[in-house]
């Protein structure tokens, strides 16, 4: 069992500062203090500098630890409180990375902690400048959008195996997630929307996402649409999962004329080699083709039993043919070119335009030799011969509910025709501002819509008045209104059809060729579009688009939706942000930002939703009644806002001078008041260039985006513990090894325990410092320290001794003695033989408390409560040197003068490891503070000051600076802090 002699340094501590005499009042500002660290109420027993030198940690009996900003001596951060330690604590470690506070103290736990650290804990190299960034469903594996238009994916948060999703011709503006199906979701400049294998990496498929710029990409977690914004303030809604394109194979020239059937399952096209192909759209397979036209075709036409195809060409010839290919007839319909073809919904008659400005209603079949009647003349091949319009006919089609003939002519008119009665049409339209080149009517057959030039007019057919003007930036060269009418296909000369709102103009979709398009059909029962082009294709695309909301005037600076897909978020244009229903499209609230909204960010929990504003501040509501919680100054513009998954921190992007990532707290409880840390800055994270986004993964880390080519993934420190181990008894030492995994223990237990910090479990338990004969003892380890290959651990302790262990084995490899009693030595008239002068000096007289190991590990300096500093030689494990006091006297006949006047807490090399420091206590409530010679053990420095007792002291590691812990003297008013010290004597 302990003797009585065998107290903690709790109580140690605590005599020592019981030993306090009347002292005059003097405050600790001697001219090398550099700063006071004034905060603790009691004693600081243990201080620790980060291994780049930005903060210093300290340890108190007021069961708490704080970091501080060694720069400024200003308090980033206090670890305590609920989660904190329950009693002193005694110890204080970094990690090698400087990322991770280790603590151990009486309430017999050690608990470690994240460091706000600046730094990134990881840098990922992209192709190009990074625009956005996203988290996939597993919380790990994140895609970065690149201004290259290349996509880096990432697995699992690690470079290895990274793939990258290409195909976006301009910068990639967004990127979103599918996990079903794992398909990545881009938005490019390009104006198209991409879908990815995640596995592979291959383009799945491709949409057009209107003809404004996108501005923002937002995908449903529970992969059932995605929503994008655009500059020309439009939501949209898209369905999902992607379906891709299909094309019809084997076009060998352009497409210069197209037909489809009413029901949109088979389609003509004729090609520049004068070739005419008849297509299923259910397989978008050929099922036959037809040849023999002499001039270019401009026109083809199926008959409503299918079974006749008929083309018009530029010749002015028109041909038929049966479905197996075969030449059933043609004649020269018109001088100068057959513009159109179209058959009678009911009648078995052909109508025809051609450059001659005649509509000719031809009777079928359409034989090649007619038999002569009884007069020897041949009948009239034509039913009707109507002279349509001055000049060329541009287009014509059939009313399919009356049998009407609509026209449009170079002499810029629309006139309607009942054939029967071919004197005067029945309507006429115009003059227009221009020939219309192609007509279509709504399948209801009561809206009719024609191109000119760049604009789409639409009109009733009833009567002829005007229904809308849709105007587009080409010219408009085919056309197509859907099943309802609510919206309308538009081939367009720039090679893009587009699939736009019949009321407003407004795009849905856009189809990408690279050709001119000339033919398009919006198919009236399933979701696609047919187009054809000049690019020798015709594809059969998906529409996806399942919705427009008009936003307002104005560029929208994004979109989000909430973790359970329930609300979609735009943001802005403008001061509003509002949230519409995922499901239906229906505006739910709006959030008013005061300023221009340029960021959101909604929390996991959905309750919360950070709003950025252009005006450099942060508005945080309630989600479900759209409520200010609080507003946060944050210094400049945000273009980033993210939750971290626990709710309570936001961080946001700030385009300032420093182009700062910050974190608030934004902790509060729905409905309940606001906490007063609501909205205080907790950390910073200094950006070499501006941010474009930021996403957290679910470990709470989170990934930057920026201009240089650099994605930056940073941890940000939590006020809890991130692991915690209890231990049976005081924890008075800790170390990290180099990894900054496996964490060393002393224990009050005599025990020492290493820990794999990933694993949360202990790897080693050695009694290193526990004796059990004549009985057992528990000599408590006061200081651990790793052998600078971090295979081996020093261990000091009470029992005067100082032990090396195998790290990985747990077993003894030198043990450095003390030495023998004073009460137990042999006495003068014994006979015992004196020692041998080869011995050298000896060991410890009493407890162990400090160690330090020299830069090439062969040297150890240890430091003791019997007033002493040694020296000892690793391989051999004996004391080489003595660090005598010349101002002080030996206590012992014989032997050398002690260090210090009082017990001497800590010992530290320098840097360099020529001298060593040397902190602890003195008389009179004083400290003593000392500067060696590693070399000679002379002292170099060393006086009493009048902060108390030191605790603890370390140096920085440029050696110019120490950081002391002390307990304070009541009396004279120093209260109980740490101080940054210059180095004695320089």
């Not at 605590?14 to 500002?29: D, K, M, T, Y």
């Not at 794992?182 to 490019?188: D, I, K, P, R």
């Not at 919006?522 to 936003?551: E, F, G, Q, W």
């Not at 006091?885 to 001497?904: C, M, Q, T």
Request: with cysteine.
């Amino acid at each position: 069992m302990p003797t009585s002699r065998q107290i903690s340094r709790v109580a140690l501590c605590a005599a020592l500062f019981i030993s306090v005499s009347g002292l005059p009042a003097q405050p600790p500002n001697a001219p090398d203090v550099v700063a006071v660290l004034k905060t603790h109420t009691e004693t600081v027993e243990a201080v620790a500098v980060s291994p780049d030198g930005k903060f210093v940690a300290t340890a108190s009996f007021d069961k708490t630890v704080k970091l501080w900003d060694t720069a400024t001596g200003k308090e980033l951060r206090t670890y305590g409180g609920e989660q904190g330690h329950k009693g002193q604590v005694l110890c204080v470690a970094f990690s090698a990375k400087g990322d991770l506070l280790a603590t151990g103290g009486a309430d017999n736990s050690v608990r470690v902690w994240d460091v706000p650290v600046s730094a990134p804990v990881k840098t990922f190299a992209t192709t190009g400048a990074t625009m956005n960034v996203t988290v996939a469903s597993d919380g790990k594996t994140f895609a970065v959008a690149g201004a290259d238009g290349v996509v880096k994916v990432f697995p699992v948060g690690e470079e290895k195996g990274a793939i990258e999703l290409k195909g976006h011709t301009g910068a990639v503006l967004g990127v979103g997630y599918l996990a079903s199906g794992n398909v990545w979701v881009t938005a490019g400049a390009d104006k198209l929307i991409r879908f990815f294998n995640g596995a592979d990496g291959k383009l799945i498929a491709s949409y057009g996402a209107g003809t404004a710029d996108i501005t923002g990409l937002a995908v449903r977690p529970d992969s059932q649409g995605a929503f994008t914004t655009s500059a020309d303030g439009v939501l949209r809604f898209w369905q999902t999962p992607a379906q891709p394109t299909r094309t019809f194979p084997g076009l060998k020239e352009a497409v210069t004329a197209f037909y489809s059937t009413a029901d949109g399952n088979t389609v003509l096209y004729a090609t520049a080699d004068k070739v005419v192909t008849i297509g299923s759209t259910s397989n978008n397979q050929a099922a036959g083709t037809f040849a023999g036209a002499k001039g270019n075709i401009e026109s083809v036409a199926l008959s409503p039993d299918t079974n006749t195809v008929v083309a018009g060409g530029a010749d002015g010839q028109v041909i038929a043919w049966d479905r197996q290919g075969k030449p059933k007839g043609d004649v020269l319909a018109h001088a100068g070119g057959t513009t159109a073809a179209v058959f009678h919904p009911s009648q078995p008659i052909l109508f025809t335009a051609g450059a001659d400005g005649a509509l000719k209603g031809w009777n079928l079949p359409l034989d090649t030799k007619l038999p002569k009647d009884k007069d020897g003349k041949e009948p009239s091949r034509t039913k009707y011969d109507i002279k349509a319009h001055t000049g060329k006919v541009t287009a014509a089609l059939v009313n399919r509910a009356n049998g009407q003939v609509i026209t449009a002519g170079a002499d810029k008119l629309i006139r309607v025709w009942d054939v029967t009665k071919p004197e005067k049409p029945v309507r006429e339209i115009g003059p227009l501002a221009a020939p219309a080149t192609t007509l279509t009517q709504s399948r209801d057959n009561l809206t009719l819509a024609a191109s000119v030039g760049k604009d789409v007019l639409l009109w009733t057919l009833m009567d002829g008045k005007e229904a809308g003007k849709l105007t587009q930036p080409a010219d408009v060269l085919s056309l197509s209104f859907n099943a309802d009418k609510t919206r309308l296909l538009v081939g367009r000369s720039d090679n893009i059809a587009v699939l736009v709102d019949v009321a407003t103009g407004t795009a849905y979709q856009t189809f990408l060729h690279t050709g001119a398009v000339r033919g398009v059909v919006a198919h009236p029962t399933t979701s696609a579009v047919i187009t054809a082009s000049a690019d020798k294709s015709v594809v059969i695309s998906p529409v996806t688009c399942t919705r427009l909301i008009t936003l307002g005037k104005g560029k929208p600076a994004g979109v989000v939706v909430s973790p359970g897909s329930e609300r979609v978020l735009s943001i802005g244009p403008g001061k509003d942000v509002v949230s519409w229903n995922t499901n239906n499209g229906t505006k739910e609230r709006v959030f008013e930002a005061g300023g221009d909204a340029t960021a959101v960010a909604i929390s996991k929990d959905s309750q919360r939703v950070a709003v950025g504003v252009a005006d450099g501040s942060i508005k945080v509501y309630t989600v479900s009644d759209a409520k200010l919680v609080g507003t946060i100054a944050a210094g400049g513009p945000v273009v980033g806002l993210a939750f971290q998954p626990t709710n309570t921190v936001l961080v946001a992007l700030v385009k300032d001078k420093e182009n700062n990532a910050v974190a608030w707290n934004v902790g509060f409880t729905p409905g309940q008041p606001v906490p007063a840390e609501f909205g205080r800055q907790i950390q910073t994270f200094p950006h070499p260039v501006a941010a474009s986004a930021v996403a957290f993964s679910a470990d709470g880390q989170f990934t930057i985006t920026a201009a240089d080519k650099q994605a930056r993934r940073f941890r940000l420190a939590t006020d809890v513990p991130v692991k915690t181990f209890q231990h049976p008894n005081l924890v008075d030492c800790v170390a990290f090894d180099d990894t900054g995994n496996v964490l060393a223990t002393g224990c009050h237990d005599g025990v020492l325990r290493t820990y794999d910090l990933a694993k949360n479990a202990v790897l080693k338990q050695v009694n290193a410092h526990v004796t059990t004969a004549p009985q057992q003892v528990q000599n408590p380890i006061y200081a651990v320290l790793w052998s600078n290959d971090y295979k081996q651990i020093f261990t000091a302790s009470y029992d005067k001794s100082i032990k090396l262990w195998d790290a990985a084995g747990g077993t003894l490899v030198r043990e450095f003695k003390g030495a023998q009693d004073p009460a137990l030595e042999p006495k003068k008239d014994d006979k015992a033989p004196p020692p041998k002068k080869d011995d050298g000096p000896s060991g410890h007289r009493d407890q162990v408390f400090g160690l330090a190991l020299s830069k090439d590990g062969k040297f150890l300096a240890s430091s003791s409560s019997d007033r002493t500093v040694k020296l000892w030689d690793v391989a051999t494990g004996k004391v080489l040197r003595d660090f005598q006091n010349p101002d002080l006297k030996p206590v012992f006949p014989g032997e050398p003068a002690p260090s210090h006047p009082g017990w001497v807490h800590a010992v530290r090399f320098t840097p360099d490891g020529n001298q060593l420091v040397t902190a602890g206590a003195a008389p009179r409530g004083k400290s003593y503070l000392a500067v060696w010679s590693a070399a000679d053990g002379k002292r170099v420095a060393g006086a009493e000051r009048d902060f108390g007792p030191i605790h603890t002291m370390t140096i920085f590691p440029d050696g110019n600076r120490i950081v002391v812990g002390y307990s304070g003297v009541p009396r004279n008013k120093i209260d109980p802090a740490a101080a940054i010290l210059k180095f004695p004597g320089k």
